[in-house]
């Protein structure tokens, strides 16, 4: 199945240039893009990425002309110490190339996208130098997305991995001085800080999973460490290797416990969500877990325990979005939602169904997240319309009230209202990217969807309950879209920005159609057998029969009327019950949601949907909180006041001082200087006695003589 | 022999006499005459151990010359008793106990040797004569005698600078 | 036959007399003649063992140290002239000004 061919066969020498064009973009940027205009910076950005887009087709096409037989392009070696090789290579596989489509693809059109959106941002910002620097992170960002998803081996992976997870901090942060509703503060820091760190907990099973492969199976690179595995498959150590890998999955693709960074990370612009939160970074624990299927394969109760995280975490984040008033934090919650779809998918073994999903997502949520980024310039455009309005009516007084009044906040469905009449085009992106995510038919979404919902109910004797938390997310999912239609587009202005709200220029909104695109006739990629319709056999399955090259043999379902009847009904009986709720009577203005009234006795219920189930308040309280004490304890109580005051200061600082003085008072002064002030008398007194022998007489000093005679012939005699 | 030995011992006797006379007499000629005495007396000797010559010599140098020279000088500084002081007091005592441990040195000394021998009462026709002593002085030894005549030079020129009287201050 | 022991010990005798007439008397010219009195007693145990030996280089030396005596003496009384013309006493306690 796997073999290296010689890479001068095809373009797959054009690998490493997926890295490459996108590096040398954001070298361009950051060393020339000083002294070059908005548009030019733009389009350097895009065309790096757009010819990253390029390579991987050439790659792709290469690959289809290969049968789909993998290919690795050998780039540098990394490290070579004794036994230990680890290398720089590319792996040109359907999976990977799929990916790089994907990433590619769709962050090319957030790409231009982004032109328009952040030449309006950074003026609203009152920060213009800023623009060049989004446009660089966003090219890193493509550059590591690509290292992540064609490397040959965990370790290139795990680079990659680290490399999305740097520019996701950089990017949600990159508004650092001020928070979402544009406030200076650090709050949008901070968010760029939660989500680092909860990444690296999740990095940190990673790692642990690197170290566990390696250690056991000698090597980090896929087709040594599968061989290794299937033939000496020990279910300890796999359990093991592929539960840690489970925790990394859950910190990047935002699963339960750890998806509480994705939320706070719509701090950042709204190409930013589109990109890296909503189409490619939240998509790499996915990917990781189709990479790693022949371990998952081996383990079914690890397998089971990923299934089960992904449901739950599709159902607990399907609940949440149903109390969000920022239309942001809504799709936020509904990424989470939908990864858990696909996470549960790929638990389940259905490789094929989650990829397709995540491909369908990648189109439709980047759809609604750049919509809904449209929705805000335009409320920010409506904001600034209606202020200079007030200002040319010459009510200075009602001006500067309103300014100090109250923030606000351009992403708070609450403010909206009707909006479908001043953004017409980008009512009817939105709506189409609405319908592919409650999985209407013939969206995108419904095909991926009723995919993985078939998997779910066929694989139920393995996987018990995957199927009903599913479906009744499913149920959750069109329900509060529907509810974010009606609130936003329906009913009447509830503020007066609303009212003044405008249109986007075409520098994104055609983007947008070309999503819109996708969206709609996406589901094309893996038809399924339709009942009754005689399908030509090689439109059908496509994606599967693509990735069965690296993944072994996919059974190709055909479709199930009854589990997709099903899934459509309840999507359709949710989209009549938002309607009943806020279609018919649309929200006033300052009107409370009336889903809480409707609860009733359960009305907590509601509130802890509206507080995310209150997750981060219990993190804050059992791990920060205590942490910060921790910290606090030790650097005030034993640095500062035990090691510096008193150790330093009482112990080293006083003795010293005690044994200098020690030294310099009895010591040097009492002895050495007493010694030699008394040599200094013994010579002196030596000197006079000796002094006195010169008396000056004759007689005496003959007498000496004589003394001396006597006492040599003395000695000599008695010697 | 024996009448070597009583010769010997009664010369003997007269020598330390003399000596000792000379040591303790008040008065400076009284000690000049005795060391005459006793310089005559150890002539004798010299006669006895076969030196003639030398004893003649003594004679007239020492007693006749050198004495004399003494006793013109006693006279010309004054022969007062020189009065008591005591300035050092703790001379006499010592001088007296480093002579006493001098002589029992001397006397160990002497004691403990072996016998270097007897004295020749016989010596051999014109040993220590004049004529003996010359040969010897004027050949094996003539490189002292030239310079004994130097060293007389010299202290002839001393002897005058030094008792010259200066006429004039300063002048030498 | 007297043996040369008896001479030997008669010379250190006026030796050790000399000795302390130069130490004990205060008197110049009296600690001047105890100087020759031990140079004489040198001279006897020269000749003394010059009979012993039979050799007349003893006698020679005793020639020389008469000479010498001769000379020294000279000098040495016009040096005890020349200070008793300006101490005005022979007293060699007088001459004390070289202390220390």
Excluded at chain 1, 346 to 364: K, P
Excluded at chain 1, 392 to 402: P, R
Excluded at chain 1, 692 to 702: E, H, P
Excluded at chain 3, 3 to 17: C, D, E, K, Q, R
């Amino acid at each position: 199945m796997n073999f290296s061919e010689a890479a001068n066969t095809g373009y797959f020498f054009l690998a490493p240039w997926l890295v490459f064009f996108p590096v040398i973009g954001l070298l361009i940027n950051m060393i020339f893009g000083g002294k070059m205009s908005e548009k030019a910076v733009g389009t350097v950005a895009s065309l790096a990425s757009g010819m990253a887009f390029v390579v991987s087709v050439l790659l792709a096409y290469s690959l289809s002309a290969t049968h789909g037989h993998t290919v690795t392009v050998p780039f540098a070696e990394w490290i070579h110490i004794g036994d230990l090789q680890l290398d720089w290579t590319f792996r040109v596989d359907t999976l990977s190339t799929v990916m790089m489509l994907v990433v590619s693809g769709v962050g090319t059109l957030i790409h231009i996208y982004a032109i328009g959106y952040m030449h309006e941002d950074v003026r609203f910002k009152d920060d213009v130098k800023r623009f060049r620097r989004f446009f660089v992170f966003l090219n890193l960002f493509i550059a590591m997305m690509m290292i992540l998803v064609s490397g040959d081996s965990y370790l290139m992976l795990f680079v990659g991995w680290e490399g999305v997870g740097l520019c996701s901090f950089l990017l949600i942060g990159f508004w650092y001085d001020f928070d979402t509703l544009g406030r200076k503060s650090t709050a949008n820091a901070e968010a760029g800080k939660k989500a680092f760190i909860a990444n690296r907990v999740g990095d940190f099973g990673f790692l642990l999973a690197i170290f566990t492969t390696f250690w056991h199976f000698g090597s980090l690179q896929f087709d040594k460490v599968f061989e290794a595995a299937s033939a000496h498959p020990d279910p300890v150590v796999i359990s093991a290797i592929t539960l840690f890998m489970l925790i990394g999955v859950t910190g990047k693709s935002a699963q339960v416990p750890l998806y509480v960074w994705l939320p706070d990370a719509m701090a950042g612009p709204t190409p930013v969500s589109a990109l890296i939160h909503a189409a490619t970074m939240v998509t790499a624990g996915v990917y990781l877990v189709v990479r790693s299927a022949p371990l998952y394969s081996l383990v079914h109760g690890a397998s089971y325990i990923v299934a089960m995280i992904g449901a739950v975490t599709a159902l607990f984040a399907a609940a949440i979005a149903v109390g969000q008033y920022d239309i942001k934090k809504v799709l936020a919650y509904s990424t989470i939602s939908q990864l858990g779809f696909m996470v549960a998918a790929v638990g389940m073994g259905a490789y094929v169904a989650g990829i397709f999903h995540l491909a369908t997502h990648a189109f439709f949520k980047a759809l609604l997240f750049l919509s809904a980024g449209s929705i805000i310039l335009g409320m920010e455009r409506g904001h600034h319309a209606h202020a200079h309005h007030d200002e040319d009516h010459g009510d200075d007084h009602a001006h500067v009230e309103h300014h100090e009044e109250e923030v606000f906040d351009p992403g708070d469905m609450r403010n909206m209202g009707n909006l479908r009449k001043r953004m017409p085009i980008t009512f009817w992106l939105y709506m189409a990217g609405t319908l592919a995510l409650a999985g209407i038919f013939p969206f995108a979404g419904f095909w991926s969807k009723d995919e993985i919902l078939l998997d779910a109910k066929l694989h139920a004797e393995h996987f018990p309950g995957v199927y009903w938390l599913l479906s009744i997310a499913a149920f959750l999912t069109a329900f509060y879209m529907g509810r974010q239609i009606w609130m936003v587009f329906f009913g009447k202005e509830r503020t007066e920005v609303a009212e003044h709200a405008e249109e986007s220029p075409p520098v994104m909104t055609v983007p947008l159609m070309v999503l819109a695109v996708l969206a709609v006739f996406g589901g094309a990629l893996n038809i399924p057998e339709l009942p009754g319709f005689e399908l030509p056999s090689n439109i059908l399955h496509n994606l599967g029969h693509w990735l069965e090259h690296t993944l072994g043999h996919v059974e190709g379902l055909p479709l199930d009327i009854g589990v997709a009847g099903i899934s459509t009904v309840l999507a359709l009986l949710a989209i009549f019950f938002s309607w009943l709720i806020y279609g018919r009577n649309p929200l006033k203005e300052g009107q409370d949601d009336p889903l809480r009234k409707m609860f009733g006795p359960l009305a907590f219920l509601f509130t802890g949907m509206e507080n995310k189930w209150f997750v981060d308040e219990g993190y804050g309280a059992v791990i920060i909180k205590p942490f910060e004490k921790l910290a606090k304890f030790l650097s005030i109580t034993v640095d500062w006041n035990f090691w510096h005051d008193w150790f330093h200061d009482s112990v080293l600082y006083a003795g010293f001082k005690w044994l200098a003085e020690f030294l310099s008072e009895p010591i040097d002064m009492g002895i050495i200087n007493r010694f030699a002030d008394w040599l200094a008398e013994m010579t002196k007194r030596s000197s006079e006695g000796l002094g006195r022998l010169q008396n000056g007489f004759v007689r005496s000093y003959a007498l000496s003589v004589l003394l001396g005679v006597v006492a040599i012939l003395g000695y000599l005699l008695f010697k | 022999m024996t009448t070597d030995l009583i010769l010997f011992l009664i010369l003997a006797a007269v020598a330390i006499a003399t000596a000792v006379g000379m040591l303790l007499s008040r008065n400076a000629v009284y000690s000049a005459l005795f060391l005459v005495l006793n310089f005559t007396t150890v002539a004798v000797f010299y006669l006895l151990l076969g030196a003639p010559f030398i004893a003649i010599t003594q004679v007239t140098v020492y007693a006749g010359a050198i004495m004399v020279l003494f006793l013109f000088v006693i006279m010309l500084l004054g022969t007062e008793e020189l009065p008591e002081r005591t300035v050092l007091p703790w001379q006499k005592p010592t001088a007296v106990f480093l002579a006493v441990v001098l002589m029992v040195e001397g006397v160990y000394l002497i004691a403990t040797q072996k016998a270097p021998g007897l004295i020749n009462n016989d010596p051999s026709e014109g040993f220590g004569s004049p004529q003996a002593i010359g040969n010897l002085l004027f050949d094996q030894y003539l490189l002292p005698f030239e310079v004994t005549s130097i060293l007389l030079l010299v202290a002839m020129v001393g002897a005058i600078v030094l008792t010259n009287k200066k006429k004039k201050g300063g002048q030498s | 036959m007297v043996p040369v022991t008896y001479y030997i010990g008669l010379s250190a005798i006026l030796f050790i007399i000399g000795a302390l007439g130069v130490l004990v008397r205060r008197n110049a010219l009296v600690i001047f003649m105890s100087v020759e009195l031990m140079l004489n007693a040198a001279n006897l145990a020269f000749v003394a063992f010059s009979s012993v030996n039979n050799s007349l280089d003893g006698q020679i030396f005793v020639f020389f140290i008469m000479t010498v005596a001769a000379a020294e003496v000279a000098v040495g009384l016009a040096l005890i002239v020349a200070i008793f013309r300006t101490k005005n006493s022979i007293d060699v306690d007088q001459i004390n000004l070289l202390k220390g």
